[in-house]
DNA sequence: TCGCCTTTGAAGACA
DNA sequence: TGTCTTCAAAGGCGA
């Protein structure tokens, strides 16, 4: 598991993000993407005997000319904005190009060294969106447009918040001291290999992507009643995607039911407290975004399968692709514990019914079901671990 | 209507 | 300290 040790002894940082992985150089990557690429091509020839192709490039091409246009309206209105985002320099499916659609509001960062680190710069990062948009998700190639315009309404400085603090917050520029010389060391396993219980086609390996493809699955976490109604207000009056009603399943927001209109849920006319999700990981985030393109590309609906998949890109990804999702994820994390200082993700234990033990132990030979259990069933390379930072 | 599936990572619980 | 458990997202599917 991704582990950063920031030495400080702060849990936000302390021990997440930070890698080590074995001394692959960018060159070895490469090639092995290129093997990736080839093997894909080879899958896809066979996977498309026994599927339609013209379904697929049909429902892929009709999702992407559906959304053209709003993605070209946002490229135009923030197109100055897309300097500020980082850039992937792989050729691989995070060239910008891909998300020229999308908005890009970078927030002052406090971890880089250059970046402020004043209690204030931390309380920028707080800070809603103009349009509504998740202070963390700007930093992700999220679309605007999956989110519903609400005013800016946080509260000057979050430290006046009440509430009993998990952590100094107030000095959280000395979390995560990451440098580009730590996030260089992170990269992927390359052998990482699983047994899928779904078919898993080329989809499973990552592939070029010309175009985004926003679908209501990236949507949900900023659902409409969320970012407008009372129910997802913090007590702070702070807004926040991880607050969400206690019913279960998230609502789709406000552009997701344009899409597909229905009827507003009877449980909606009954006010009940919200639940405070946990704040998404560096995976989480990653399947937020890569979702939608899978189902394009691979015409699949199930989340199981298109997990899989997604798992076995995210171990295709480079260092430097992996380490954006670390470090939204961390901010996902610090924003999280600002907002909700007493929040703790024992308040969601026993939320979700739990599953039989046996099933687990069924499921997996130690028990252990996580990453560094399968890397080592699978006698990989060195997993994620964590990386020593400064 | 609810839980399962499936993935990785974070965090809490426990020995 | 190490191991295990639970939850986070997602949507189809079965009970």
């Known amino acids: 598991m991704?582990?950063?040790?920031?030495?400080?002894?702060?849990?936000?940082?302390?021990?997440?993000?930070?890698?080590?992985?074995?001394?692959?150089?960018?060159?070895?990557?490469?090639?092995?993407?290129?093997?990736?690429?080839?093997?894909?091509?080879?899958?896809?020839?066979?996977?498309?005997?026994n599927e339609s192709e013209i379904n697929q490039n049909t429902n892929a091409?009709?999702?992407?000319?559906?959304?053209?246009?709003?993605?070209?309206?946002?490229?135009?209105?923030?197109r100055e904005l897309l300097d500020d985002v980082p850039k992937h320099q792989d050729g691989g499916m995070y060239k910008t190009p891909a998300y020229s659609g999308y908005p890009f509001l970078m927030l002052p960062d406090p971890y880089l060294p250059n970046g402020p680190v004043s209690p204030t710069a931390n309380?920028?990062?707080?800070?809603?969106?103009?349009?509504?948009?998740?202070?963390?998700?700007?930093?992700?190639?999220?679309?605007?447009?999956?989110?519903?315009?609400?005013?800016?309404?946080?509260?000057?400085?979050?430290?006046?918040?009440?509430?009993?603090?998990?952590?100094?917050?107030?000095?959280?520029?000395?979390?995560?001291?990451?440098?580009?010389?730590?996030?260089?060391?992170?990269?992927?396993?390359?052998?990482?290999?699983?047994?899928?219980?779904?078919?898993?086609?080329?989809?499973?390996?990552?592939?070029?992507?010309?175009?985004s493809l926003p679908s209501s699955s990236s949507y949900s976490r900023f659902s409409h009643s969320l970012m407008l109604g009372s129910s997802g207000m913090h007590p702070t009056g702070i807004p926040h995607p991880a607050?969400?009603?206690?019913?279960?399943?998230?609502?789709?927001?406000?552009?997701?039911?344009?899409?597909?209109?229905?009827?507003?849920?009877?449980?909606?006319?009954?006010?009940?407290?919200?639940?405070?999700?946990?704040?998404?990981?560096?995976?989480?985030?990653?399947?937020?975004?890569?979702?939608?393109?899978?189902?394009?590309?691979?015409?699949?609906?199930?989340?199981?399968?298109?997990?899989?998949?997604?798992g076995r890109r995210w171990h295709a990804l480079t260092r430097e692709e992996q380490a954006k999702y670390y470090e939204l994820a961390r901010k996902e994390r610090q924003l999280h514990m600002q907002l909700y200082p007493s929040w703790s993700a024992r308040d969601n234990y026993g939320k979700k019914k739990r599953r039989k033990r046996e099933k687990q132990q069924d499921s997996t030979t130690g028990g252990k079901r996580n990453a560094f259990a399968t890397f080592k069933e699978d006698s990989a390379p060195a997993p994620i671990l964590p990386m020593e930072v400064l």
């Open 2 to 49: 991704p582990q950063l040790n920031t030495g400080g002894g702060d849990d936000l940082g302390a021990n997440d993000e930070m890698i080590s992985f074995k001394d692959e150089g960018e060159q070895d990557e490469k090639i092995q993407e290129n093997a990736f690429t080839e093997r894909d091509l080879a899958d896809l020839k066979s996977s498309l005997v």
């Open 243 to 310: 607050i969400v009603p206690p019913s279960g399943k998230q609502e789709h927001d406000q552009f997701d039911r344009n899409i597909k209109p229905h009827p507003e849920p009877k449980r909606d006319r009954e006010p009940k407290k919200p639940v405070i999700k946990k704040p998404l990981n560096a995976f989480m985030l990653y399947m937020k975004e890569m979702r939608a393109k899978v189902i394009a590309e691979c015409t699949l609906k199930e989340s199981a399968a298109i997990n899989q998949i997604l």
């Open 61 to 78: 091409a009709v999702v992407r000319r559906g959304h053209q246009d709003e993605q070209r309206v946002y490229a135009e209105k923030h």
């Open 123 to 211: 309380k920028v990062s707080v800070v809603q969106q103009p349009h509504g948009v998740h202070p963390l998700t700007s930093l992700l190639p999220y679309s605007n447009e999956h989110f519903s315009p609400s005013p800016p309404h946080l509260p000057a400085d979050m430290s006046q918040k009440t509430g009993v603090h998990r952590h100094q917050s107030q000095d959280l520029s000395t979390f995560y001291p990451l440098t580009p010389g730590g996030v260089s060391q992170i990269t992927p396993s390359m052998s990482w290999q699983s047994q899928s219980v779904y078919p898993l086609h080329s989809c499973g390996f990552r592939q070029s992507y010309t175009s």
